[in-house]
């Protein structure tokens, strides 16, 4: 199963070319379009099964499926955790919940402290994660920005998943720990001296027993459309 995380930063429709190429089962897309602006089969690939969550037409947190896995969000998603979104990927061998974020600042909240509703989220979440679970999407975070003493920080998040047996694929295909990313997914301004790591997938470990396989995007040929680069997962 090939997985890919993308922020495409908004209108995927006019977008989207480059992502067909990458053959993607399943596509988690941030600052997506719904539906209706979307037009399946005019303007946008039609996928098999798509969900979309958002607040506003033209920028929410969308989900396609390119393979023969269904998409459902669960009953169990609390609208309080607006874009933590629970959704239960199944076909008819396997099933798995797919946690799809997109990290919002809260109101009144320090600039970096994206990750806050992250670390609430998993907590709310806790009892999904009896079963094989995939977190990815745009965590606007890094311990970069952690801060002495708080508590839920990015380090947080990474210890809770990982007590879960949820690891970061990236840090592990590479070897390395939090904050020692060689290869940006964000480019501030979209530009190149401006890079960060804030694009992330975690998985349960009874996922990865065949193996997997981890590629980032290049500046160079997603800068014209987006400030964040593609995170592609091969499970």
Not at 4 to 23: A, D, G, V, Y
Not at 40 to 67: D, I, R
Request: negative net charge.
């Amino acid at each position: 199963m090939r997985l890919i995380q993308w922020n495409c930063f908004q209108s995927f429709r006019t977008k989207h070319e480059p992502i067909p190429k990458l053959q993607p089962d399943i596509l988690v897309v941030c600052e997506c379009e719904n539906e209706e602006r979307l037009e399946f089969g005019k303007l946008t690939p039609k996928p098999n099964s798509f969900v979309w969550h958002g607040e506003l037409p033209a920028k929410g947190l969308g989900v396609f499926s390119y393979s023969d896995h269904r998409l459902e969000i669960m009953n169990a998603f609390n609208p309080e955790f607006k874009f933590v979104v629970p959704i239960r990927v199944s076909n008819s061998k396997s099933s798995f919940i797919l946690l799809a974020v997109w990290t919002q600042k809260e109101k009144n909240a320090p600039i970096h402290e994206y990750i806050n509703p992250v670390w609430n989220a998993i907590h709310y979440y806790e009892e999904l994660f009896s079963e094989p679970v995939i977190l990815a999407g745009d965590l606007n975070s890094n311990v970069y920005w952690n801060k002495s003493g708080k508590v839920g920080n990015h380090s947080d998040v990474v210890d809770f998943l990982e007590a879960k047996n949820v690891h970061s694929l990236y840090h592990r295909w590479k070897g390395i720990p939090q904050g020692n990313e060689p290869d940006p997914t964000f480019f501030l301004y979209r530009h190149k001296d401006k890079p960060f790591h804030i694009d992330y997938c975690f998985a349960s470990e009874t996922l990865l027993t065949d193996g997997f396989n981890v590629q980032v995007g290049l500046h160079e040929n997603w800068c014209d459309l987006s400030d964040h680069v593609p995170l592609i997962i091969d499970l």
